[in-house]
């Protein structure tokens, strides 16, 4: 299973970015059973959960992002998506996207996401 994320780029603080991640070779039944989750890595950080969605749509997320991020998917295109408001410094890092419980994959090259202040 391959996971390519896109999406990412230089943004003003206070804007906004959607991201997408979609997984290749893996079935689409197994896929929309599987719990996913952004991750986010920021520069000399370890990498976190920023925003997960399980396979009923319920969804959570960090603290940081409460309130700014939106997760969503799309289980016909095994794909999931994050749309990202009001963006801010702390938000600027390496976005992955992999399985958010007991299942995970190889992890892709994420996208970088770089907000200036």
């Known amino acids: 299973v391959q996971l390519q994320a896109f999406g990412g780029g230089l943004v003003q603080a206070g804007g906004s970015l959607t991201l997408a991640c979609e997984a290749f070779g893996v079935r689409s039944s197994l896929f929309r059973l599987t719990r996913m989750g952004w991750y986010r890595q920021a520069p000399g950080r370890q990498r976190e959960l920023v925003a997960q969605i399980g396979s009923d749509g319920g969804r959570s997320y960090a603290s940081s992002v409460e309130g700014r991020f939106t997760i969503s998917r799309d289980n016909a295109k095994n794909t999931v998506f994050l749309q990202m408001d009001n963006l801010n410094s702390d938000d600027t890092g390496v976005y992955y996207c992999?399985?958010?419980?007991?299942?995970?994959?190889?992890w892709g090259q994420g996208t970088q996401v770089t907000v200036s202040s």
């Open positions: 992999n399985g958010a419980a007991n299942r995970q994959w190889s």
